[in-house]
Structures are given as C-alpha cells and as structure tokens.
C-alpha cells in the first residue's frame, strides 16, 4: 500500500497536470486501504481475507463546468490520460453556478494535530486468529447458545490525500481494530441470533474477547422466545448501541444539500425547540483516536469541535462548497469525499451528553413500555420525518426489564419524537455516534 507522502505527491502531480491539460481549477483525492480479517466457526478457521486497494480521482474546473473521474492506475502514463479525458469531459458538461473549490482562507494551515489515529500495532494472522477464536469461545460458553455464525478480528490502515490547485495539500493515516462475534441459542423454531462488535483506532483500547463475545451470547440467550404485544402507544427506550440512529437521522436532515433541495423534515424548523433545552448534541472532528476524526474536511476546510444542538435547538446547517454557495452560508468542514464524484456532506465524532439519571431510574415509572434493542427496515421518510421501522427488544413492566418481544413496529414523526426524548447518564464513547439509552414517549407500538 502507497504511504501518505506518496499519495500527496500523485495528488499533486496530477492537480499539475490537470491545469497544464486547460482546467481552471482542480482538486484530486488519493485513497489507500489496507485490511486483514480472520473468522473462526466453531473452533475452526472459516476465512483468512486479505485485502489492498489504491485509487485516485481527480475533479476539474473549466469555467463553471466541472467533472468528476478516478483510477486505480497510479502510473505517471495513466494520471496523464486521466487528467486530459477530465478536462474532455467538462467541456461538454453543463454549467453549475455552485461549483467550486474551497477559498485558501477556509481551508486548513498550520501544523497537523495529533489526533492519535495510527496504531503502529499491527497484529499479525495468528494474533488475528486467537483473538477471533477467544471472541468466539466465549459467546459458545454462555449457557443457551446452541450454534455459531461465527468469530472474528480483524485490523486494517488506510492513507487519505488531498490537494487542490488553491495550494492546500495535506493527507494522514488511520488504523482501525475490529472483535465480533455471532451466535445461535435455541433449537429448532424458536432459535435466535444475535451478536456483538467492538471497533476502535487503537488495538489496546478494543475490549477483551472475552467481553465481546460474552455480551454476544448473552444477548442472543436473552431473545429466546419472544412473543409479540399489544399495539397501543407507548413510552419507548432505546439502547445506546441502536439509539444514535435517531441523531443520524438529526444529521441527515441538518445537511445544506438536502436544505437546498428542500428534502429535509427541518425545513421551517430552524429555530423551533426541538428537543428539551437541556439536551446538547456536540461535534468533535478533532477528538483523539475517534472513529471519525479528521483535521481538515473533504475540501480542505479546516475542522473543530461546535455544538450541532444546544438549547433544545440546531445551530445552524452542515455544508460543503456548492450547498454554501446555494443557501449563502459559511463554510462549516463538513464536506465529504470519496474516490470520485461531488463532495457530500458528513458529520464527525457526534455526541448527545448525558442526562442525570441511570437508565433504571429512566424507565421506574414506565408500568408499560418497549424497549428496543435491534431495528430494521428502513421506513424514514426524510421530507416529512415520518418514522416506521421493524423492532425487537423486551417488554417493560412496573419499571423492570421483562420478557423478550418480536414482530413489532414502532412508528412516530422524528420532530415529535425530539420532542419527548429524555436521555439517561450511560454515554459511553466508542462510536461514530456515541448517544446513551433514550427514552421516547407516546409512541405508536404495532403488534399482535
């Protein structure tokens, strides 16, 4: 895999040759992976992946009409023939008024913090193998588990580039570690499955196998015959490990581009309460060793912490270059980049504080509730924030955990949902999108 300082370098060289083909501008972005895994069923060695990839794009400027186009040929004759067929194809490309590249004033200078984002760790297939065998053995001891889907561990570094034809040119490096484990308790019909994974930048900051794979069959025990419910509303608690999709779905709605096609449920909402005052929802891009760090932004925007929610209300729109442009906004750092095509738009280290209370004393006066601890299906309507999705998780009664339940949907609108969200005191941060157990009341509970 090509190192940091060799990408920059092809990233440059191919801005260069890009202006020298008749762009105006450019900007090109280099991207480098690396990753190994190791699976283990059943005590035995299911799969050994080894994986490496490399590719480049370039995004070219002439006039107002820009295209988009990326190669894995890192060859000086391949950036060559790249860069003319770019500047071919945005000569016949229609004109977009928004396009652009970040100004030099926006985007980042001065010294590359340490973010702590590259473990020099890296584990070798055997230490991939017993910690995937360990992850595995645990979930098959908790009493319950019948079956295996499977262990694994896994570790893998990736190289990000970026460089422009303003002057910015800047990259770094990150390493991830990866434990998980899935299993089967049960026979017959009334088997369940469920798993457990930990990721984390840093090899010693993943948890023990041993913990993984326990709370993979102790969950999967837990879900053994589940019956169904009432439909009726229903006050509704959310794990933590389920929870942050509700401000996943805050920070879709909060992106400039879909304001600017007027496809977000917060349209009209910019200054209404939306959550209790006392709810902050904070943004840190510079946090050390977190998932989704990141000094400067996929445009070269510089990047730094900012409260996304304070006072119950949202401060303002995430944005790249083009949806600032359209909305007459600042830019916030925000834009997102892959190998090819338009910047999108992305948040970074998210973050609901804590409430005052445990999640026991959270759910002590629910004589009738869900809670939720796996969803699926993909009901979100993002103009309107209707919300239906398929759950499973455990009936509350007289304040307790009780039976598991199955074959449910749980059904609301988001900005009312905001509304009567109260969080508990058990963040924990090791995600994306760290949130701790939220309750939700008046849902609408669909069952039997």
């Known amino acids: 895999m090509i190192d940091k300082e060799t990408a920059l370098a092809r990233c440059q060289e191919l801005v260069a040759l890009a202006q020298k ?6 900007d090109a972005v280099a991207r480098a992976n690396a990753s190994e895994s190791v699976s283990m069923r059943l005590g035995r060695l299911e799969e050994v992946e080894r994986s490496e990839s490399e590719e480049i794009g370039l995004r070219v400027f002439v006039g107002k009409r820009s295209a988009s186009i990326h190669t894995s040929d890192f060859a000086p004759e391949g950036l060559k023939a790249l860069a003319e067929r770019a500047v071919q194809m945005a000569r016949h490309a229609p004109e977009d008024r928004h396009a652009g590249l970040a100004p030099a004033d ?3 200078t001065g010294d590359m913090p340490d973010l702590e984002l590259d473990d020099p760790d890296q584990p070798d297939p055997a230490a991939l193998r017993e910690a995937a065998l360990a992850t595995e053995e645990a979930a098959r001891a908790v009493a319950g588990v019948t079956n295996s889907n499977g262990g694994s561990a896994g570790a893998s570094r990736a190289v ?3 460089a422009t034809s303003t002057g910015f040119a800047r990259g770094y490096a990150g390493s991830g570690f990866s434990l998980s484990a899935s299993v089967v308790a049960g026979e017959g019909s009334s088997m369940q499955t469920d798993h457990a994974s930990r990721g984390a930048r840093f090899l010693a900051d993943l948890p023990a196998p041993e913990t993984v794979g326990g709370e993979a069959g102790r969950r999967a025990v837990e879900r053994l015959n589940p019956k169904s419910i009432p439909s009726s509303k229903l006050p509704v608690v959310f794990e933590p490990r389920i929870a942050g999709g509700l401000v996943g779905h805050l920070l879709g709605a909060m992106s400039a581009p879909a304001i600017a096609r007027k496809a977000s ?3 009209g909402h910019e200054a209404d309460e939306l959550f209790d005052p006392a709810i902050r929802i904070v943004e840190d891009p510079l946090r050390k060793r977190g998932q989704r760090s990141r000094p400067f932004d996929g445009e070269g925007v510089r990047t730094g912490p900012r409260e996304l929610v304070r006072g119950g209300r949202v401060t303002g729109w995430l944005t790249n270059v083009s949806s600032a442009d359209q909305l007459g ?3 916030t750092g925000h834009a997102s980049r892959g190998g090819g095509g338009s910047p999108g738009v992305s948040a970074s280290n998210v973050h609901m504080e804590p409430g005052a209370v445990s999640p026991e004393a959270l759910m002590a006066d ?6 939720v601890t796996s969803l699926f299906g993909q009901g979100i309507n993002t103009v309107t924030g209707d919300y239906s999705r398929g759950a499973t998780g455990f009936r509350i009664r007289q304040g307790q955990i009780a039976e598991p339940v199955a074959e449910i949907t749980i059904a609301g609108n988001l900005l009312e949902m905001y509304r009567a969200l109260t969080p508990a005191d058990d963040l924990e941060m090791h995600r994306s999108i760290n949130v701790p157990t939220l309750r939700v009341d008046g849902m609408m509970v669909a069952g039997e």
């Open 21 to 26: 083909t008749g762009a105006d501008a450019a």
């Open 160 to 162: 990000v580039a970026l």
């Open 265 to 267: 449920f917060l349209l």
């Open 329 to 331: 906004l600042e830019l």
């Open 366 to 371: 629910i004589e009738d509730g869900l809670y």
């Open 106 to 108: 926006a985007q980042f």
